[in-house]
């Protein structure tokens, strides 16, 4: 049972996670053209057109897109309840939902800014589309980090000021979940 809970776990994340990047390529107007950016939009279309006939764009924010992530989210809590044979008060589950979706988005720039810092060693930018996606997704909460921590020569810390505040939100978030 707990091996089919952790497969459906990984399912739900991975469908919430893939609506969360179309939300962030948006929203952090990363390169459209890039070979991934085409993919995910394509791969998300049949699902997001509908619920953006609903939930229209506000400035550069893919508001269905959010919602659907949060909904992926809710109907993995659903699906846990049904299948263990509990309940949950709808308060409760629609918090610990929104815990989820944060706390999934929160590892994936986790994740991406340490890709991006130790990529940035091995691979020269641009080549590799990628690690250029990653960047253009990173980039608008690196900026006001970077803004904070001046840059030592080549060295720039800001990724790691980043990296612990992430860190310390997800941490926060999980106390929820």
Do not use: C, H
Not at 42 to 70: C, E, G, V
Not at 147 to 170: E, K, M, N
Request: glycine share 2%; no cysteine; charged share 10%.
């Amino acid at each position: 049972m707990n091996g089919l809970i952790a497969l459906i776990d990984l399912i739900f994340r991975l469908a919430s996670l893939l609506f969360l990047i179309r939300f962030l390529l948006q929203a952090s107007n990363a390169d459209y053209y890039n070979q991934l950016s085409q993919a995910i939009i394509k791969a998300t279309d049949k699902i997001a057109n509908p619920f953006r006939q609903i939930l229209r764009p506000y400035k550069n924010l893919d508001l269905a897109s959010i919602a659907i992530a949060y909904l992926f989210s809710l109907g993995f809590f659903v699906v846990l309840s049904l299948m263990t044979n509990t309940s949950m008060d709808l308060l409760n589950l629609l918090l610990i939902s929104l815990a989820r979706a944060a706390d999934i988005l929160l590892g994936f720039y986790w994740w991406s800014i340490l890709i991006t810092i130790i990529s940035s060693f091995f691979i020269q930018q641009g080549i590799n589309p990628a690690i250029a996606l990653l960047q253009d997704l990173v980039e608008p909460i690196l900026t006001p980090a970077r803004r904070v921590v001046p840059a030592l020569g080549p060295i720039d810390l800001s990724p790691i000021l980043v990296l612990f505040t992430l860190t310390f939100l997800q941490n926060a978030v999980r106390q929820v979940i």
